[in-house]
């Protein structure tokens, strides 16, 4: 993760003034060159604000609208609301509010144990690994698959073991191991919050031991064999060397693995279809169904930008604390 | 915050906002006079079979127009989603297939072409299409905004060989006996009803139909709804019943949602079942026509005060076209090509249901058991589903209420008036 800044170095040791060099033979560095840096990263620019930026800002227009399908073809024609559709959707008194509100824990609870679980058999699966023995290479392999498959593909296998009836799930646990007298429902009621889960963590993880173990490779053995001498443990290896080290990593991966889960759609639509039950019904899908199902275009940006707003609070909080800490240990 | 901080948090702020970010995208709508786009939407057992149907016809239509048709069928469950999409960005197909549910859904986005009689006039005509159906076509007072393609209806589908070997000699006229019959085939791992519980559609269409019966209404006068009556309470709870109380329905059933529970009667694993035109469905897997019996959808044995003989909704495909299209004449010609009574019964038959023309009703096809219980449904007792702008957002959220409910009836939680009333009055707070 480390980055390099070379050439802003170089550039400040050219202009030294009165040095022969001026004279010597170099390529002019005029605006051709500083203009290099732009033009490589233009394109990224470009989509990033087509993209990003751009749709953004119109979501941000349009939770100002009241847009339904009356005005959908023309949204110039949309009545300008202000701030109606906040006002109706955060409304913890009417029931689009509640909802909203349950909808919003429900994803904090589900976002924050799926990255604590993904990161838990991440660094586990990286520690055991981080040591050469036979056949590591197929189990690194094979840890990685669930995050080589596609997503769709995977999720509707998922759906298929966890149906009632004919599930595999319940195949096992009530006809083969009979640990189980009634069969339990796995996509509907109560547990369809530990289905959504379980589903997430086992797509997640993959990507929190791939980070983790690259991670590891940056750690440097004579750390291990002092720590050895010193006479660690490895517990007090894995607290003194190995999870300190691996601190710049961990910082990124659990606040990208935090937001992807927060905003993660593909998984509980696949799993759910287009409503999911109450117990697993995250603010992606949520927000889905207030846009898309109701045609309330106005009133699923408004959620969209309160989520924004939470999730740019929430990221700024983590980086200034970890940055904080940081600058304290330094 | 450092710099490499900010860079972080940077893509943070990007990460994060791809929430905000949504769209749709379609494919252009044709730009040559020669060539038109078509979404069908899914009426066979598959959308490959339906291309495969469809595809003849087609090419038929280029024979005699020279004009290509490009055909993509829709999942329903995508359809409605695309279609909007579709409406928004001005971009997409030249000619839809639509639920005929979601015509004053669709007609209030203005995307559609609205057929007053001059319009009708080019397609062939006012005067031969079913006037029920032409009714389920666009909001009442205004011209329609599409033009009926398949005609169905509600009928309740049984198992003659169950039904023999519980002793039960006549299908259920009333909703008391359907339970009662249903209790005498719930035995050995096989079940009375088959119902598709975690499909809002299907559970608003059942919506409807009970309420009519209870007589409730979804929406006033003025087309606000009136979701939370005591008429549609009983009305609701009654459907849900027969999991909840009589026990007749699979619990497993509150998970279906891709036509399971054709499934489960096509093997045997339910006895009867509530659908629009199963015949063709039935047929590709493998339930012999002479296995089932079909007859009308029962009613309540003593209606209460102001319930009303009605037993399904008129139910069927409706064709529009886009304005958005470069291709008008081409798009209304097809639209007349595929209402001409040489494709209405080429198609109606292939797909089980009726000709929306009149004309057209004369193959023998037609006065099978299964079309002969449709035709008279739709003559009788079949009303349309409230055309107004908020009916997709009442499929959609009743739809789910419901779906809901049977999840709770399905884990053993109580269905009570109650409940029932809780989460319609939610469903209604949240139209605007």
Redesign the interface.
Same mark, same amino acid.
């Given at each position: 993760m480390a980055t390099s800044t070379t050439a802003p170095d170089a550039d400040r040791r050219e202009p030294r003034a009165g040095s022969p060099a001026r004279e010597a033979p170099r390529r002019p560095r005029g605006p051709r060159r500083s203009l290099l840096p732009y033009l490589l990263l233009a394109p990224a620019i470009v989509l990033e604000l087509a993209i990003h930026v751009i749709p953004m800002v119109v979501g941000v227009w349009m939770s100002l609208l009241e847009l339904t399908q009356f005005h959908i073809r023309d949204w110039s024609t949309a009545p300008f609301v202000g701030l109606e559709n906040y006002r109706a959707t955060l409304d913890l008194n009417s029931a689009a509010g509640k909802e909203l509100l349950h909808s919003f824990w429900v994803t904090l609870v589900y976002s924050v144990l799926s990255v604590g679980f993904a990161w838990l058999l991440g660094i586990s699966a990286a520690v055991v690994l981080q040591r050469p023995f036979r056949g590591r290479a197929i189990l690194r392999a094979l840890f990685l698959t669930p995050y080589a498959l596609p997503v769709y593909t995977a999720v509707i296998t998922w759906s298929f073991l966890l149906q009632r009836d004919t599930g595999l799930v319940n195949h096992v646990l009530v006809d083969q191991l009979g640990l189980l007298n009634d069969r339990p429902f796995w996509l509907i009621g109560d547990n369809s919050f530990w289905s959504l889960l379980v589903v997430s963590v086992w797509r997640n993880w993959p990507f929190a031991f791939l980070c983790l173990m690259a991670g590891l490779q940056n750690v440097p053995g004579e750390l291990y064999e002092a720590a050895a001498i010193d006479g660690a443990g490895f517990w007090r290896r894995l607290r003194s060397v190995t999870l300190p080290m691996l601190r710049p990593v961990n910082l990124v991966l659990l606040l990208v693995l935090f937001l992807w889960t927060f905003n993660d759609f593909n998984t509980p639509y696949v799993l759910f279809g287009g409503s999911a039950p109450e117990q697993a019904d995250l603010i992606s899908i949520h927000i889905y169904r207030s846009s898309f199902k109701t045609w309330d275009f106005g009133s699923g940006s408004a959620m969209s930008v309160a989520l924004l707003l939470f999730l740019l609070v929430v990221s700024a909080a983590y980086l200034l604390i970890t940055n904080r800490r940081r600058d304290d240990h330094a | 915050?450092?710099r490499?901080?900010l860079g972080?948090?940077t893509?943070?702020?990007?990460?994060?906002?791809?929430?905000?970010?949504?769209?749709g995208s379609g494919d252009d709508s044709a730009a040559s006079p020669k060539t038109l786009t078509y979404w069908a939407s899914n009426q066979g057992a598959s959308l490959e079979a339906d291309k495969t149907i469809l595809q003849p016809e087609l090419d038929k239509f280029e024979k005699q127009t020279g004009i290509k048709v490009t055909v993509e069928v829709v999942p329903w469950?995508d359809l409605l989603?695309r279609l909007?999409a579709a409406?928004?960005s001005?971009k997409g197909p030249d000619v839809v297939n639509i639920g005929n549910t979601w015509s004053a859904?669709?007609q209030?986005?203005?995307?559609l072409v609205e057929f007053d009689d001059a319009t009708l006039q080019a397609v062939g005509g006012k005067d031969r299409i079913v006037p029920a159906a032409l009714a389920a076509a666009g909001a009442p007072g205004k011209p329609p905004a599409a033009v009926p393609l398949y005609s169905m209806a509600y009928s309740l589908y049984y198992n003659k060989k169950s039904f023999a070997d519980a002793g039960i000699t006549a299908p259920p006229t009333t909703w008391e006996q359907l339970a009662e019959y249903g209790k005498k085939l719930s035995t050995g791992g096989k079940w009375g009803l088959a119902i598709e519980g975690?499909n !809002?559609s299907e559970n608003a269409h059942h919506a409807f139909t009970f309420s009519q019966q209870y007589g409730g209404e979804w929406f006033d006068s003025a087309g606000k709804p009136t979701f939370d009556t005591p008429q549609n309470v009983s009305a609701i709870k009654r459907y849900i019943d027969f999991m909840a109380a009589d026990k007749i329905t699979? !619990?497993?059933n509150?998970?279906y949602?891709q036509n399971q529970s054709v499934s489960d009667f096509a093997n045997g694993k339910a006895a009867m079942l509530l659908w629009q035109s199963a015949g063709s469905n039935l047929k590709t897997q493998n339930m012999p026509a002479d296995a089932y019996g079909v007859a009308p959808v029962p009613f309540l044995a003593s209606p209460p005060a102001g319930g009303k003989k009605v037993n399904s909704m008129v139910a069927g495909i409706n064709m529009a076209v886009f304005k958005h299209t470069k291709n008008r004449d081409g798009a209304l010609s097809f639209v007349k090509f595929m209402t001409s009574d040489e494709e209405q019964t080429i198609l109606n038959k292939t797909y089980g249901s009726l000709p929306a023309v009149k004309t057209a009703g004369a193959d023998p096809a037609f006065s099978a058991v299964e079309q002969k219980t449709i035709q008279d449904t739709l003559v009788t007792t079949a009303a349309p589903l409230p055309q107004v !702008?908020d009916e997709?957002?009442f499929e959609?959220?009743v739809g789910?209420a419901m779906?809901?409910l049977f999840?709770d009836a399905?884990?053993g939680k109580p269905v009570t008036e109650a409940s029932v009333k809780a989460k319609l009055?939610?469903a209604q707070?949240?139209?605007?």
């Open positions: - | 915050m450092s490499r901080h972080i948090f893509a943070a702020v990007l990460a994060a906002a791809s929430l905000t970010a949504c769209g469950s989603n909007l409406a928004a001005g859904s669709l209030a986005t203005g995307a975690a !809002p699979n !619990p497993s509150a998970e949602a !702008p997709s957002t959609t959220l789910t779906k809901e999840a399905a884990s009055t939610d707070q949240k139209m605007r």
